[in-house]
């Protein structure tokens, strides 16, 4: 259910964002930090894609905040909706994965600036500006690995097997991991059992993995490290 703030456009001078996450008290508490700020209200808050699409309609903020884990489909299939239906409007990822897996996808997908929670609220609050003033926000490390990189040629950082696999593919290979079934996959991802057995297919292919197995212990030991949060 879409929630608005309690004055859905803000006052002259105030700069409206909109909230998308599934996790109520990730929002309240955002909610709460951009509100205190004398130049941002929050005009709005959703907790999955098809309420974010209808509060943009609705509200037209001025930014949206997504976070990449959402109900429906996945925040980074959001951002690239987004970026298609509404090219101008800023958006920046807040989100517990781990910047170093996601963080270049989220900025291929659209979106302007990528931030994890863990961050200190000084850091949110300034990414939320860079943003809106048109500018790209990345953490200093990310910001080095992507300079690294374009030195380098382009080239992967070897260690991850996550680099070669798809956005799609990735979630299938972290929900894999996480314990999800075929069944499961197909049912919160919104395609038929088929399309997971094929990307199941293709991940394996890509990891040059031997069997079902292999995958399991694979996507489990990835999951375990922390590396995707």
């Not at 905040?65 to 980074?76: A, E, P, Q, R, T």
């Not at 382009?154 to 593919?169: C, F, K, M, Q, Y």
Request: charge should be neutral; include cysteine; aromatic fraction near 4%.
């Amino acid at each position: 259910m879409l929630r608005k703030s309690h004055s859905d456009t803000g006052p002259q001078g105030k700069r409206t964002v909109l909230i998308v996450d599934d996790h109520p008290i990730v929002r309240q508490g955002l909610a709460q930090l951009i509100n205190q700020e004398k130049d941002l209200q929050v005009c709005g808050q959703a907790e999955d894609a098809h309420e974010a699409m209808q509060a943009i309609r609705q509200l037209q903020p001025d930014m949206v905040i997504v976070d990449i884990g959402l109900k429906d489909v996945s925040g980074m299939e959001l951002i690239k909706d987004l970026k298609v239906q509404y090219p101008n409007l800023p958006v920046l990822t807040l989100s517990m994965h781990d910047e170093g897996v996601y963080g270049e996808r989220a900025l291929r997908a659209g979106a302007k600036g990528y931030i994890m929670k863990q961050e200190a609220t000084e850091k949110v609050v300034t990414a939320i500006r860079r943003v809106l003033a048109g500018e790209v926000y990345v953490s200093n490390g990310m910001a080095a690995r992507m300079v690294s990189k374009l030195v380098g040629g382009g080239t992967r950082t070897v260690g991850s097997p996550a680099d070669s696999l798809s956005d799609r593919e990735l979630e299938v290979f972290r929900m894999i991991g996480e314990g999800f079934s075929t069944r499961e996959m197909a049912e919160k991802l919104h395609l038929s059992i088929k399309t997971i057995e094929t990307y199941r297919a293709h991940i394996k292919d890509k990891l040059d993995l031997p069997d079902a197995n292999e995958l399991l212990r694979t996507a489990i030991r990835w999951v375990n490290t922390g590396l995707q949060r």
